[in-house]
């Protein structure tokens, strides 16, 4: 949906089909392996630990609407720029470490991009949910239990069976 150093957009292709009508990502980040397809359709929950991050899906999940991101303003080559969103698009690792960013060529066209890209697909995010936190307080998913082996009534009936003998 946006750009974000790690993120897993070109490997997202060789991860499995999702075997359950919910996927949870518990990094969320880009949330790449959710927009995979039609994985998007699914029932989505995401977990991110950093707030910054958090508060990005935040907005687009709950409030941004296709206007509001249309509205946000173009990137000027050789303006600084403090917002998040932005820096994450300077296609470093070395982004994350900064509070204001140097708009660069590449930045610019990035965010370009972006934009276009938020607005293209913000309605495959509406029905998603976001939680702040680490992925280890987690919700259950419900139906991820244990799956159930071809046979498996037939070895219950058989030792059944055997325990009656």
Not at 18 to 42: C, D, H, Q, R, V
Not at 76 to 105: D, P, R, W, Y
Request: glycine share 4%; charged share 30%; hydrophobic share 40%.
């Amino acid at each position: 949906m946006f750009y974000y150093y790690g993120r897993k957009k070109q490997i997202a292709k060789y991860y499995p089909v999702p075997n359950y009508n919910t996927i949870i990502e518990p990094f969320a980040g880009a949330a790449a392996y959710s927009l995979y397809k039609n994985n998007w359709k699914k029932k989505v929950i995401l977990i991110e630990k950093d707030k910054k991050v958090f508060d990005i899906w935040n907005w687009l999940i709950y409030s941004a609407t296709v206007d509001d991101i249309k509205k946000m303003p173009e990137l000027k080559i050789g303006e600084k720029s403090s917002e998040f969103l932005h820096i994450v698009h300077a296609a470093t690792k070395m982004a994350f470490h900064f509070k204001t960013i140097k708009v660069t060529q590449i930045l610019a066209r990035n965010w370009e991009i972006s934009r276009r890209v938020l607005a293209e697909n913000l309605y495959k995010i509406k029905h998603w949910k976001i939680i702040c936190g680490d992925y280890k307080n987690s919700p259950p998913a419900c139906g991820m239990g244990k799956k159930k082996k071809r046979g498996d009534n037939f070895l219950r009936r058989r030792k059944s069976r055997l325990s009656t003998l």
